[in-house]
């Protein structure tokens, strides 16, 4: 079956860095996104990844491991808005997203 | 530009009736997507779009039916609600359904709840 698996909370503090997991087991693969979703909100879109390796944008990053079905969101510089939660998806072969249930992101002073 | 637009923001339903909740974008964009998100689970797909005039099954369907009869809009309607229909729906389109950099944009959802 299709999985993705992400840790349930994480918390960190203000000005630190935080590096928040997901593991994906899709039927194919077309790409891995991620999400940022603030309580009551929509989700918005943050990166995405379909090549090996690490993308840079800003205080976040993501990287991707294909063979080892494995990614990574890192937010450096954190910031009080950046509690939210964080939402790992993999697109399979038929180009529809797979969700994580989410990373909810506890920031605190 | 409004992008993504749903309505109504929430609505609290008695269980046997019906409902559309109505979902309009302004990009042009191709496909269009309804999800369900409940506590503890990743955004469900209930049905999907690629363009005008066709329409897919996603992961649960069941209870749902939708519509595409031009770009813009994309109705999803529940024929008999049932409690277990209680959830936020968040509509989301995205440029093209394959191929590239298949980014889904979101609206700002429904919060249902049916009794």
């Known amino acids: 079956g299709q999985n993705i698996d992400q840790p349930t909370e994480m918390t960190a503090t203000e000005g630190a860095i935080v590096q928040i997991n997901c593991t994906y087991q899709t039927s194919g693969f077309n790409g891995l996104f991620w999400y940022q979703q603030h309580a009551g909100e929509a989700p918005t879109f943050l990166s995405y990844?379909?090549l090996d390796g690490l993308e840079e944008k800003g205080r976040f990053s993501s990287f991707l491991s294909r063979s080892k079905g494995y990614s990574y969101l890192l937010l450096k510089e954190l910031q009080m808005k950046d509690s939210a939660s964080y939402l790992c998806?993999?697109?399979?072969?038929?180009?529809?997203?797979?969700w994580g249930a989410g990373t909810k992101l506890i920031i605190k002073p | 530009i409004a992008g993504i637009t749903q309505a109504p923001t929430s609505q609290i339903l008695a269980a046997g009736r019906r409902m559309t909740l109505r979902c309009t974008q302004d990009?042009?964009?191709?496909?269009m997507y309804w999800y369900r998100q409940d506590l503890g689970l990743g955004l469900r797909l209930i049905h999907y779009?690629?363009?005008?005039?066709?329409?897919g099954k996603g992961e649960v369907p069941d209870g749902y039916s939708v519509s595409r009869a031009n770009t813009d809009d994309f109705p999803l309607t529940l024929a008999s609600a049932v409690p277990s229909q209680t959830s936020v729906y968040f509509c989301?389109?995205?440029?093209?359904?394959?191929?590239?950099?298949?980014?889904?944009?979101f609206g700002p959802g429904t919060r249902l709840t049916v009794l």
């Open positions: 990009m042009r964009h191709n496909a």
């Open positions: 998806a993999s697109m399979d072969s038929n180009y529809q997203l797979i």
């Open positions: 779009s690629n363009t005008a005039g066709t329409t």
């Open positions: 989301a389109s995205s440029d093209s359904l394959a191929g590239g950099k298949d980014t889904q944009y």
């Open positions: 990844n379909v």
